[in-house]
């Protein structure tokens, strides 16, 4: 019976502030979504990370006139540093090869380039490929070297992108959730203020200050809930009818991860539906103890 009544009392108030209500979960969808899409970003940069860095290498170039002894000092200083996984020697001609073989597409470029243009180098993998910046500095003034560059440099600044796309993605997350709780506590303050009669009379009788709190908690949870799901589906369309078609050659040629549904539905669902549901209900709860008195 008394379920019966809590579960009336909060479809009835849900009615009766409907246009609130409408907008306390559209705002709360809102926040929800970019708190969804951070996430998200989040789990791709790091599946990016998965992919890239175990193929990233760096190539420490050499100079035309760099001597053998040189070389073979290099190459053993390479070989013994606690960072480095494995070297190779790339001469001029194999140099060429590779670089016939990453511009085939462009003959003009391959036509005008000849093997004595491209430098020798050691092609080097690291035990953690982030660590680049530790070799750079070791062997960039090394004697012999001309250069030494990293692909994980060009990664850095693809990573940066999508690190900054999350934060602001957060940020707009939060002041859309500062919206949600104004929004969720001034629908429980009118909710409250429409029923003050009915909670007055249910006071008198004997009831718990928590029970007449119960459904105004329950009504903003109910909305905080209904506002994640909309966030989800929001979520799951944008995936659907935008990123696989924009992002479709990249995912394709294996250049950027494919997001999955799965990674949707799990976890990111259910964080979402559990900030929403506790958010609303923490809300309505600190609005019920500080400004109304049922």
């Not at 909309?230 to 659907?240: H, T």
């Amino acid at each position: 019976m008394r379920a019966n009544f809590v579960l009336s009392e909060v479809t009835t108030g849900l009615r009766r502030n409907l246009t609130m209500t409408i907008a306390m979960v559209i705002t709360t969808a809102i926040s929800l979504g970019f708190f969804g899409a951070a996430l998200l970003v989040t789990h791709e940069v790091g599946a990016m990370k998965d992919v890239y860095f175990d193929k990233l290498q760096i190539s420490v170039f050499l100079r035309d006139d760099v001597k053998p002894d040189q070389r073979t000092v290099l190459e053993g200083q390479l070989r013994d540093s606690a960072e480095v996984k494995t070297v190779e020697y790339v001469s001029k001609e194999q140099s060429y090869e590779r670089f016939k073989r990453l511009f085939a597409a462009n003959k003009a470029i391959v036509d005008i380039t000849k093997p004595a243009d491209l430098p020798a180098a050691f092609l080097v993998r690291l035990n953690q490929p982030e660590r680049y910046a530790v070799i750079q500095q070791q062997f960039a003034a090394a004697p012999g070297v001309l250069e030494v560059q990293s692909e994980n440099q060009i990664l850095d600044r693809i990573f940066n992108l999508f690190n900054g796309i999350r934060n602001a993605a957060i940020a707009i997350a939060l002041i859309q959730l500062l919206a949600a709780l104004m929004l969720i506590s001034n629908t429980i303050q009118v909710a409250a203020f429409h029923r003050r009669t009915e909670t007055s009379i249910m006071r008198l009788v004997g009831a718990s200050r928590w029970y007449t709190q119960l459904p105004f908690i329950l009504e903003a949870a109910v909305a905080g809930l209904v506002g994640g799901f909309l966030a989800v589906f929001g979520l799951i369309g944008s995936k659907l009818l935008f990123l696989d078609r924009a992002l479709a050659e990249p995912i394709r040629s294996g250049v950027i991860p494919q997001l999955n549904l799965s990674t949707i539905l799990w976890p990111t669902t259910p964080l979402v539906l559990g900030l929403g549901v506790a958010v609303a209900s923490v809300a309505a709860y600190v609005t019920l103890r500080l400004y109304v008195r049922l």
